[in-house]
């Protein structure tokens, strides 16, 4: 059965404190692994899309890795504003499987 | 140019009453989703349509969940029969296909069921 566990469940950082989140998956196959970020009271944000082992990708603060049972979110010299939930999620590789398979998020918090 | 829209953004029924979520994907999007999200966990599937269709309904929990884009905009998600167990933030989103992994969500609608 498709699998995604995050963790940690939360994260406190100071301003500036680089951390990592991590998510590991279990899928007969993978297609794509992808991060997004939710606001409370919002849906999901997109941030990345991730296909093959060893792919890397940035936007500012953010970088995603992959390898072939986990992927990790690298925030660098966090800022308040950077405070949310982050979400990974999988698409299994089987035919016709659109739909994406969450994790439950690490909720992250980032004190000035 | 508006992202997705959900009506209503909150929705309170009694026990046993039928509900109509709706969604409003983004112009030119032909894939849509519903999941439903409870507290402290991720989105979880429902159902996608591909235009018209339901491609895959297999996330729909049992019978009492339905769901039309009969016109391949719009949809409604439609539950019979609402249970206590039902009240969740019922998450819509769209995507271009072939892009099925970037998804835009809506703000959610948030059902709660008395």
């Known amino acids: 059965e498709d699998q995604v566990t995050q963790s940690p469940e939360a994260l406190r950082l100071q301003e500036g404190e680089s951390s990592s989140l991590n998510c590991s998956y279990t899928v007969s196959g993978l297609r794509g692994l992808f991060w997004y970020r939710q606001d409370p009271g919002k849906g999901p944000e997109f941030l990345f899309t991730?296909?093959?082992a060893g792919e890397e990708k940035e936007k500012e603060r953010l970088k995603a890795t992959l390898t072939k049972k986990e992927s990790f979110l690298h925030i660098t010299a966090p800022k308040p504003e950077d405070s949310a939930t982050y979400l990974c999620?999988?698409?299994?590789?089987?035919?016709?499987?659109?739909?994406?398979?969450f994790g439950t998020g690490t909720r992250l918090t980032v004190i000035p | 140019g508006a992202g997705v829209s959900q009506t209503p953004s909150n929705k309170v029924t009694e026990k046993g009453k039928y509900v109509e979520l709706r969604c409003d994907p983004i112009?030119?999007?032909?894939?849509l989703y519903w999941y439903r999200q409870s507290l402290g966990q991720g989105p979880e599937f429902l159902i996608y349509f591909q235009g018209t269709g339901a491609a895959d309904d297999s996330g729909l929990p049992n019978d009492r969940f339905f769901a039309v884009r009969p016109e391949g905009s719009v949809s409604t998600l439609k539950i019979q029969r609402t249970e206590r167990g039902d009240s969740a933030v019922y998450l819509c989103?769209?995507?271009?296909?072939?892009?099925?992994?970037?998804?835009?969500f809506g703000p959610g609608t948030r059902l709660t069921v008395l």
């Open positions: 991730l296909y093959s």
């Open positions: 112009s030119g999007h032909t894939a």
């Open positions: 989103a769209s995507s271009l296909i072939g892009l099925e992994g970037e998804q835009f």
């Open positions: 999620a999988v698409q299994p590789l089987q035919t016709g499987a659109n739909n994406l398979f």
